[in-house]
C-alpha cells in the first residue's frame, strides 16, 4: 500500500491549549500531519475554531482529512465573559485560572465523543498543561503523545533543572551554571521558567502532576529541527528514548501570502498596503519589532521602546499592544505626535500583525522579539538576526540559545523575569538608550554585524530544507507516524 493510502487507517485527536502561542503551531501540525494522509480531528470552541481554524478553510476544501470537533465552553459556570476562548481574549489577567478551567472542563465530552467511535483514535496530541488528557489516554489506552512548542534546548534545561534541583541552593540572582548540558548555559533562578520561578503562585504541587504525566506520555513532538540544536536534539532523543520528534519549522507548512496573513487572527493591517509599505524600503533596513500575544508591558516601558525606534533612525515596524493598558499607549502615541513624527520611515500595527509575512520580507533587517519559541523560531526561519527582549516562562532560555549557542541574537540586557500580571510592579526595566545601542548594533555594516547576519541566513536555509522531502523533519515525522502505527499494531494483535 502507498504510504499516503496506508496512513490513512491513523487518527490523531488533537487538543490545543487555549492561548495563540499553542494553538497556532498546532493547527500548522494538523495541517501537516494531514498532508502525510493522517485523519485529524482538532477539538476546539466555537470562536476559537474560527479565528484559530479558518486558515484551513481552503486546505480542507482542497480534501485534506481535517475536522473540527466544536464543543461549547461553559462560559457562565466559570464567570468567564461570553466569547472569550483564548488567554488573549480576556479582560482581565484574573480569568486565566478560570479559562483553563473552563477548557479543562471538556473531558467529559471529549470522552464521549471517544466512546462513540467505530475504532479508538491511533494517539491524542496536546500540551503538556492539559493533565487530564493523559487521564483520558490512560483510560482509553491511547498513547499520548506531548506537543508545547518548546525546543530540545528547553526541554533539556528543564530536566536538568528537574534532576539536579541546583536552583534551589542559590540567591535569586545568583547565576549558576546548568550541569550536564553541550555549553557552559548560565542563568540566575529569577531568570527560571515558571516551574522553578513562580513568583506569588505555588506550583510545586503542579510542577510534580505535570512530570508524572509527561514521563508516562508516549512521546514529544519538537517544533525545532535537529541541525538548529543538534546536540540538545540528541540529549533530548536519549531522555526521551527515541520517542522524540523534531518535526519544525512548522511555520513553514503555509507557503502563499493568502494563508501567511490569516495565521493566528484577522490581521490589523491590510495585507497589500503592509506589502506595499515594505516593498518601498531597501534590502534589510527595517527592524520589526514584535512582543508576542501574551505581553502586557507597561506604557511607561513601551514608550521607550518608541523612543528607541525613532532615535535608531532606521525605518520599523512596530506591532503595538498592551494588553488592557493598550488604550494608554495609543494616547501617548497620538497626543505626543509620535505617529506623526515618524510617519516617513515607521509603520504602526494597532493590534494584530501577519507576523510570517511580514518576518518573510526581504525588506526586514532585524526582529525585536519577547523570545516566544514561536516567534523565535520564525525569525530564525526567515533568516533574520534578532534583538532580545525575553519577558517570562522559558523565554530566557530562548534568549541564551539565539545570543549565546547560536549567535544570531543581542541581547538587550533584561536580568530577570516579569511575571505575567505583575508588570506594574516590574515598571521601566530598560531604558530606550540600552534598546537603541542594540538595535544599532544588530543593524550596522560592521564585521560582527555582517557574521550575525551570515549566521542567520545560513540557519535560513536550514530550517527550509529541514521541511524538504530529503530533510530531517519530514523523515521525523514519517518516523512519528511509523511509531504510532507499530503501536496500533501491537495493541490489534495484544
Ligand atoms: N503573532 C502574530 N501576530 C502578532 C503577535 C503574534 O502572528 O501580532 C504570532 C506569532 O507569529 C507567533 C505567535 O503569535 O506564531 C506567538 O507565539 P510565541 O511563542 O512567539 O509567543 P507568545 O505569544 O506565546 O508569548
Given at each position: 500500500?502507498?504510504?499516503?493510502?496506508?496512513?490513512?487507517?491513523?487518527?490523531?485527536?488533537?487538543?490545543?491549549?487555549?492561548?495563540?502561542?499553542?494553538?497556532?503551531?498546532?493547527?500548522?501540525?494538523?495541517?501537516?500531519?494531514?498532508?502525510?494522509?493522517?485523519?485529524?480531528?482538532?477539538?476546539?470552541?466555537?470562536?476559537?475554531?474560527?479565528?484559530?481554524?479558518?486558515?484551513?478553510?481552503?486546505?480542507?476544501?482542497?480534501?485534506?482529512?481535517?475536522?473540527?470537533?466544536?464543543?461549547?465552553?461553559?462560559?457562565?459556570?466559570?464567570?468567564?465573559?461570553?466569547?472569550?476562548?483564548?488567554?488573549?481574549?480576556?479582560?482581565?489577567?484574573?480569568?486565566?485560572?478560570?479559562?483553563?478551567?473552563?477548557?479543562?472542563?471538556?473531558?467529559?465530552?471529549?470522552?464521549?465523543?471517544?466512546?462513540?467511535?467505530?475504532?479508538?483514535?491511533?494517539?491524542?496530541?496536546?500540551?503538556?498543561?492539559?493533565?487530564?488528557?493523559?487521564?483520558?489516554?490512560?483510560?482509553?489506552?491511547?498513547?499520548?503523545?506531548?506537543?508545547?512548542?518548546?525546543?530540545?534546548?528547553?526541554?533539556?534545561?528543564?530536566?536538568?533543572?528537574?534532576?539536579?534541583?541546583?536552583?534551589?541552593?542559590?540567591?535569586?540572582?545568583?547565576?549558576?551554571?546548568?550541569?550536564?548540558?553541550?555549553?557552559?548555559?548560565?542563568?540566575?533562578?529569577?531568570?527560571?521558567?515558571?516551574?522553578?520561578?513562580?513568583?506569588?503562585?505555588?506550583?510545586?504541587?503542579?510542577?510534580?502532576?505535570?512530570?508524572?504525566?509527561?514521563?508516562?506520555?508516549?512521546?514529544?513532538?519538537?517544533?525545532?529541527?535537529?541541525?538548529?540544536?543538534?546536540?540538545?536534539?540528541?540529549?533530548?532523543?536519549?531522555?526521551?528514548?527515541?520517542?522524540?520528534?523534531?518535526?519544525?519549522?512548522?511555520?513553514?507548512?503555509?507557503?502563499?501570502?493568502?494563508?501567511?496573513?490569516?495565521?493566528?487572527?484577522?490581521?490589523?493591517?491590510?495585507?497589500?498596503?503592509?506589502?506595499?509599505?515594505?516593498?518601498?524600503?531597501?534590502?534589510?533596513?527595517?527592524?520589526?519589532?514584535?512582543?508576542?500575544?501574551?505581553?502586557?508591558?507597561?506604557?511607561?516601558?513601551?514608550?521607550?521602546?518608541?523612543?528607541?525606534?525613532?532615535?535608531?533612525?532606521?525605518?520599523?515596524?512596530?506591532?503595538?499592544?498592551?494588553?488592557?493598558?493598550?488604550?494608554?499607549?495609543?494616547?501617548?502615541?497620538?497626543?505626543?505626535?509620535?505617529?506623526?513624527?515618524?510617519?516617513?520611515?515607521?509603520?504602526?500595527?494597532?493590534?494584530?500583525?501577519?507576523?510570517?509575512?511580514?518576518?518573510?520580507?526581504?525588506?526586514?533587517?532585524?526582529?525585536?522579539?519577547?523570545?516566544?519559541?514561536?516567534?523565535?523560531?520564525?525569525?530564525?526561519?526567515?533568516?533574520?538576526?534578532?534583538?532580545?527582549?525575553?519577558?517570562?516562562?522559558?523565554?530566557?532560555?530562548?534568549?541564551?540559545?539565539?545570543?549565546?549557542?547560536?549567535?544570531?541574537?543581542?541581547?538587550?540586557?533584561?536580568?530577570?523575569?516579569?511575571?505575567?500580571?505583575?508588570?506594574?510592579?516590574s515598571g521601566v526595566v530598560v531604558k530606550s538608550e540600552e534598546l537603541r545601542k542594540v538595535i544599532e548594533m544588530v543593524m550596522s555594516d560592521g564585521k560582527e554585524s555582517e557574521d550575525r547576519r551570515k549566521r542567520a541566513k545560513e540557519l535560513g536555509k536550514m530550517a527550509n530544507e529541514a521541511i524538504g522531502e530529503e530533510g530531517s523533519s519530514y523523515q521525523n515525522i514519517t518516523r512519528l507516524i511509523?511509531?504510532?502505527?507499530?503501536?496500533?499494531?501491537?495493541?490489534?494483535?495484544?
Amino acid at each position: 500500500m502507498a504510504l499516503q493510502e496506508t496512513n490513512q487507517l491513523l487518527h490523531f485527536v488533537i487538543i490545543p491549549l487555549g492561548s495563540p502561542g499553542h494553538y497556532i503551531p498546532t493547527i500548522d501540525l494538523a495541517k501537516l500531519l494531514a498532508q502525510h494522509g493522517v485523519r485529524v480531528t482538532i477539538v476546539t470552541t466555537p470562536v476559537n475554531a474560527l479565528r484559530f481554524g479558518s486558515i484551513l478553510d481552503q486546505p480542507i476544501q482542497s480534501g485534506l482529512p481535517i475536522t473540527f470537533l466544536e464543543l461549547q465552553l461553559p462560559y457562565m459556570k466559570f464567570g468567564i465573559p461570553e466569547g472569550c476562548e483564548c488567554m488573549d481574549d480576556l479582560p482581565n489577567i484574573g480569568l486565566a485560572h478560570d479559562l483553563f478551567n473552563a477548557h479543562c472542563s471538556l473531558q467529559h465530552e471529549v470522552e464521549q465523543y471517544i466512546e462513540k467511535l467505530d475504532s479508538k483514535p491511533s494517539c491524542i496530541l496536546s500540551g503538556t498543561y492539559l493533565l487530564w488528557v493523559g487521564e483520558t489516554a490512560k483510560k482509553f489506552q491511547i498513547p499520548r503523545i506531548i506537543f508545547d512548542g518548546m525546543n530540545c534546548f528547553t526541554q533539556m534545561c528543564n530536566h536538568v533543572l528537574y534532576h539536579s534541583k541546583v536552583y534551589e541552593s542559590v540567591g535569586e540572582s545568583d547565576s549558576f551554571v546548568l550541569p550536564g548540558l553541550p555549553d557552559r548555559i548560565e542563568l540566575t533562578r529569577s531568570q527560571l521558567s515558571f516551574l522553578f520561578n513562580s513568583g506569588s503562585t505555588d506550583t510545586k504541587d503542579f510542577s510534580e502532576k505535570l512530570r508524572v504525566s509527561e514521563s508516562e506520555a508516549f512521546g514529544v513532538v519538537v517544533n525545532s529541527f535537529q541541525e538548529l540544536e543538534q546536540e540538545y536534539a540528541d540529549a533530548f532523543q536519549e531522555v526521551r528514548k527515541d520517542k522524540a520528534w523534531c518535526i519544525g519549522p512548522l511555520s513553514l507548512c503555509h507557503k502563499d501570502a493568502s494563508e501567511k496573513v490569516q495565521r493566528g487572527n484577522k490581521s490589523s493591517i491590510n495585507e497589500n498596503e503592509c506589502i506595499k509599505w515594505l516593498d518601498a524600503r531597501e534590502s534589510g533596513s527595517v527592524i520589526y519589532a514584535c512582543l508576542g500575544s501574551l505581553s502586557r508591558i507597561e506604557p511607561a516601558q513601551l514608550i521607550e521602546l518608541g523612543l528607541a525606534l525613532e532615535s535608531s533612525e532606521k525605518p520599523f515596524i512596530w506591532v503595538v499592544r498592551a494588553g488592557h493598558k493598550t488604550e494608554k499607549i495609543e494616547k501617548w502615541i497620538d497626543e505626543e505626535g509620535f505617529e506623526e513624527r515618524t510617519k516617513d520611515r515607521g509603520l504602526l500595527i494597532h493590534g494584530w500583525a501577519p507576523q510570517l509575512l511580514v518576518l518573510s520580507h526581504p525588506a526586514i533587517g532585524a526582529f525585536l522579539t519577547h523570545c516566544g519559541w514561536n516567534s523565535a523560531l520564525e525569525g530564525i526561519s526567515a533568516g533574520v538576526p534578532m534583538v532580545t527582549w525575553p519577558q517570562f516562562q522559558e523565554q530566557f532560555y530562548n534568549e541564551k540559545l539565539l545570543v549565546q549557542v547560536l549567535k544570531i541574537g543581542v541581547s538587550v540586557g533584561v536580568q530577570k523575569v516579569v511575571h505575567w500580571g505583575e508588570e506594574e510592579k516590574s515598571g521601566v526595566v530598560v531604558k530606550s538608550e540600552e534598546l537603541r545601542k542594540v538595535i544599532e548594533m544588530v543593524m550596522s555594516d560592521g564585521k560582527e554585524s555582517e557574521d550575525r547576519r551570515k549566521r542567520a541566513k545560513e540557519l535560513g536555509k536550514m530550517a527550509n530544507e529541514a521541511i524538504g522531502e530529503e530533510g530531517s523533519s519530514y523523515q521525523n515525522i514519517t518516523r512519528l507516524i511509523q511509531d504510532i502505527r507499530d503501536q496500533s499494531s501491537t495493541k490489534n494483535l495484544s
